[in-house]
């Protein structure tokens, strides 16, 4: 790992100290909060309403949602194919590919699937596609979300140059909200482990209000979006 | 139930017929009223412009007027506001603080005091005529009264009360802000009169002193033909 | 460039505002589509439980961060640090500048590319980055747009060009950049889509603001809409992250509360299509990612609010809420402000980091309706605090001395009994001359400001006091 420097921090924080009219704190206890809406979010739902929740909000923000079990997969995966085709493809490398049995579908249909030891040309692949298929990790009920670990091999290109972003998300993935899945990242940071460097929770298709507050879909990342739902649970 | 009259300075100074139609209303509805002679104003147009030791001088002279009074009743829910702020005004004066504190829980404003204090949401009250109620700022959101005033006109025999657009915007009034920003206060005042114009209404009702006199007094600068009245004068029309 | 917009005086600014028809239509516009959707979003969302509740565990997170700023800080950068990154903490908007400047140097760095950020824009960076040969390319949409039009300025905190309309931006965009299609959103959009790809891919350094630091993982979270911010993260070797000092969460269980106040509140959304969290990277061996990340903390100012009465100003997390809701920003617009950081909590934040001499008029620039106060996600008793710089700047001397000899008289007259019974008695007299029919269209003194563009009342003629007296004996009511 690399080193890592900081400057002028003493200097810094004696100053808002002595502004808090204080010394500096050294171990600061995080209290209770009196406040914790976020717990009571669906949390009497069931996995069904959960889903069906998903799909809504996926829908409202403009992604397509098609729902499929594992074995049909590869073909939905082609029938993602061929409605967002034509164009080339790629894929992250994500050892899930493997356990749903989509090597056969990656291979058949040319997918670039990420190799890291390729370095750049990845990205060109990823630049040219019309498609890049993910697996979700963690999926938002609320708000329709998919998320990503990425490192380097979940590549971060895969979901945000191609025109459309298509996410494999098994049912068991889907959690009420954002509060499930900051849980998860906040449980491993508890653990010491390390966490990805790019966590990335996305919400169907880039957009813009920018122009006179007109919603504009497809802005720098992708202009559609496609969620896969694996009925697994 | 015996409540103390807080007429406001506007209301002693401007708006007399109000602070009458407000006095027999409460009469009628079973109120024994006294007028404690040391009150004056509630002392706002200091605070909001930053002179917090006038505001002081003011609130002084009125939490003491208010002393011995079970509730203090005023026909403006700005000025009744003001008397929350009180115990912040003296945020470094443990003493005060405490008295303007006891002031600030006993005040109410006139429809306020009506719905939640006597419990009534119908007075009597016959008005025909087509108006629209304009919802003071500080009303709405230092006393965080919205509902009562709507509960009583909604029983005022012939009354029909029509919606207002953007009725949570602000008439433009703010106290100096009317007179140290007056191209942003016209441009506020004017927004809402093209609101009120929309709704057809003969008749604009609102329940502050303030808001009442910025609004009026821009409509009869521009010859608008419709009336402007406290929501006492309706509240206490029998025709 | 920095916060401060223009030159002219405030009075002046107004005046230009109140000229700018189309500028004025599209904040109201703007004002009255966004609050439907705000308001279906927050408290009349049953689905989230009371939006009250969320208010209130936004302010304790806020409070309790700003109270251990030092700690959180200090757990931030060294998390951060420990993952390889490079943090600088600047005292001054100067001190921030070089050392960015700096590390486009030792990268030679030719071409920057920017996501939205309200500090980068506050220290005035891409100035600085210019003087020493950097292209900085802002790539948000209204940025971008801005950027076009050279030397315009942000009149939104959230939508920076909110003061453009399509055909302006058409208009600017063939100018300056070659545009030939139409006025349609859509198509200038995907326009700005083709211009920048390349741009995005072969940039040397990209440069961030950062909506919230994750103290306990030496994170930074970014809350936006358009890929962007996705594309300013990925591609560049080097990437810099420029934080406001205040900005920042201890943990993602915080996190998770902010983003959803912040989501909600400016636009609406359940949550922004992307929140996107980035850590120094662990390895070198990924093909899209930065190498290099550098953290630069900015106090700029901000630290004056601490321990004082304005330290909850601190607690904003920029989503323009309060501009939103504001009757007098829905008139002037942001410009007039002569700040980026307009609307309620421009007037509160400006003073605090540049002082009354630069910004002493904007506390005073509202109704004090508090529309703002209402509207604020993590409770900031904004239009208390107006109140506050007024004090401030009453006690400071800024004043003028014919309205401070006026609140003088008001503070003897309103402690005076004796005095206001006089003035009861003697305003129908003193005013008679001014009336016409019932009210007085060109009046004396300060009355003369009313008078401008309102009527202001005849005094009445009787006396409340007295006819309150006689009615308690029983008498009757003549009017």
């Known amino acids: 790992m690399r080193k890592g420097t900081i400057q002028n921090r003493d200097q810094f924080l004696n100053h808002i100290a002595h502004r808090l009219g204080r010394e500096r704190k050294q171990d600061v206890r995080i209290p209770e909060w009196e406040f914790q809406p976020q717990w009571q979010v669906y949390h009497d739902k069931s996995a069904d309403e959960l889903y069906t929740l998903f799909k809504k909000n996926s829908e409202e923000k403009g992604t397509y949602v098609v729902e499929t079990t594992k074995e049909k997969l590869g073909e939905t995966m082609e029938s993602i194919m061929a409605a967002y085709g034509p164009g080339s493809m790629v894929a992250t490398k994500d050892r899930r590919f493997e356990e749903y049995g989509l090597h056969d579908v990656l291979t058949k249909n040319n997918v670039h699937v990420w190799d890291k030891s390729l370095g750049d040309e990845n990205i060109e692949a990823a630049k040219e596609a019309s498609i890049g298929f993910l697996f979700s990790d963690v999926s938002l009920a609320e708000s329709g979300t998919i998320t990503q670990f990425n490192d380097s091999d979940i590549a971060r290109s895969v979901s945000l140059l191609p025109v459309t972003y298509a996410a494999i998300v098994p049912k068991s993935s889907i959690v009420p909200r954002l509060t499930q899945a900051t849980e998860k990242i906040q449980k491993q940071v508890e653990d010491g482990e390390d966490i990805s460097s790019y966590i990335n929770f996305i919400s169907g298709p880039s957009n813009s209000a920018d122009i006179e507050m007109n919603i504009v879909v497809g802005v720098h990342g992708p202009v559609k979006a496609a969620h896969i739902v694996v009925m697994d649970a | 139930m015996k409540i103390s009259l807080f007429v406001t300075c506007l209301g002693e100074l401007f708006y007399q017929n109000p602070a009458k139609d407000m006095v027999e209303v409460l009469e009628r509805l079973g109120c024994e009223i006294d007028f404690p002679q040391g009150q004056i104003c509630c002392g706002q147009p200091a605070f909001n412009s930053g002179y917090r030791k006038e505001a002081q001088k003011a609130a002084k002279q009125m939490i003491t007027s208010f002393e011995s009074s079970e509730y203090i009743v005023a026909p403006s829910g700005s000025c009744a506001g003001m008397f ?70 909604k029983n005022v025999k012939g009354l029909e009360l029509l919606p ?48 009442l006199m910025n609004i009026k007094g821009r409509m009869d600068r521009k010859g608008k033909p419709i009336e402007v009245k406290h929501i006492a004068q309706i509240l206490n029309s029998r025709v | 460039m920095a916060m401060k917009i223009g030159e002219k005086p405030f009075f002046d600014r107004v005046d230009d505002a109140l000229q700018d028809d189309f500028m004025r239509e599209s904040m109201a516009r703007a004002q009255d589509g966004l609050r439907g959707k705000k308001i279906a979003a927050t408290e009349a969302d049953e689905e989230i439980g009371d939006w009250e509740d969320w208010r209130s565990a936004g302010e304790e997170i806020r409070r309790h961060t700003l109270e251990n700023l030092d700690y959180y800080l200090e757990l931030l950068t060294d998390n951060f640090a420990r993952r390889g990154g490079h943090v600088f903490f600047a005292e001054t908007a100067e001190e921030a500048n070089e050392y960015i400047q700096q590390v486009a140097k030792e990268k030679n760095a030719k071409s920057v590319t920017k996501a939205k950020s309200m500090v980068t824009e506050e220290i005035g960076m891409n100035e600085a980055l210019e003087e020493i040969g950097c292209q900085v390319y802002e790539t948000d949409l209204a940025e971008y747009i801005l950027q076009a039009e050279e030397g315009d300025r942000p009149s939104h905190i959230v939508v920076p060009s909110l003061h453009k309309n399509k055909s302006q931006i058409r208009d600017t965009l063939a100018e300056k950049a070659g545009y030939t299609g ?68 201890p943990t993602w269980k915080e996190l998770d509360v902010m983003v ?202 009787e006396n409340f006091r007295k006819w309150f007296m006689e009615h308690k004996k029983g008498g009757s009511r003549d009017a």
């Open chain 2, 84 to 153: 929350k702020e009180y115990p912040g005004l003296f945020r470094e004066d443990p003493v005060w603080q405490e008295k303007a504190q006891k002031a600030a829980d006993k005040t109410y404003e006139f429809t306020q005091f009506i719905v939640n204090v006597l419990k009534m949401e119908d007075v009597g009250a016959v008005f025909p005529a087509k108006a629209t109620y304009h919802t003071s700022c500080h009303m709405m959101r230092l006393l965080k009264e919205t509902d009562s005033p709507f509960k009583l006109l």
């Open chain 2, 164 to 211: 207002l657009a953007n009725s949570y915007d602000c008439c433009g009034f703010g106290g100096t802000f009317s007179i140290k920003m007056v191209p942003i206060s016209e441009q506020m005042v004017d927004e809402k009169i093209r609101h009120v114009e929309d709704t057809g209404a003969e008749v604009l009702i609102t329940a502050d002193g303030g808001c």
């Open chain 3, 182 to 249: 139409t006025d349609k959103p859509e198509e200038i959009t995907s326009f700005a889509r083709s211009q920048l790809r390349d741009v995005f891919m072969n940039a040397d350094i990209g440069i961030t603001g950062c909506n919230f630091g994750v103290a306990e993982s030496g994170s930074v979270a970014l809350v936006t809409n358009e890929g962007n911010a996705n594309m300013v993260t990925s591609f560049p070797k080097t990437q810099i992250t420029v934080m406001g000092m205040e900005r920042l969460v």
């Open chain 3, 260 to 461: 959803n106040l912040l989501s909600r509140s400016a636009v609406g959304q359940k949550i922004t299509t992307y929140v996107t969290n980035l850590t120094p990277e662990l390895e070198d061996d990924s093909a899209d990612g930065s190498k290099e990340f550098h953290l630069v903390v900015v106090d700029g100012g901000r630290s004056k609010a601490l321990g004082t009465e304005f330290q909850s100003a601190l607690h904003c997390i920029r989503c323009a809420a309060c501009v939103n809701v504001c009757p007098v920003y829905r008139h002037i617009g942001g410009h007039a402000y002569g700040s980026i950081y307009q609307g309620p909590i421009g007037a509160v934040l400006s003073p605090i980091l540049g002082g009354y001499e630069e910004y002493g008029e904007l506390p005073y620039a509202s109704s004090l309706c508090a529309a703002c106060t209402e509207a604020c996600p993590v409770k900031i008793p904004l239009h208390e605090l107006l109140i506050r710089h007024r004090e401030n700047y009453v006690e400071q001397g800024y004043a003028d001395k014919s309205e401070k000899l006026a609140m003088k008289a008001f503070g003897i007259g309103t402690s005076t009994p004796s005095l206001f019974k006089m003035a009861t008695k003697g305003a129908p007299v003193f005013a008679k001359p001014f009336v016409k029919e019932d009210s007085i269209s060109k009046g004396p003194g300060p009355m003369k400001l009313w008078t401008r563009i309102r009527e202001f009342p005849a005094p009445g003629n």
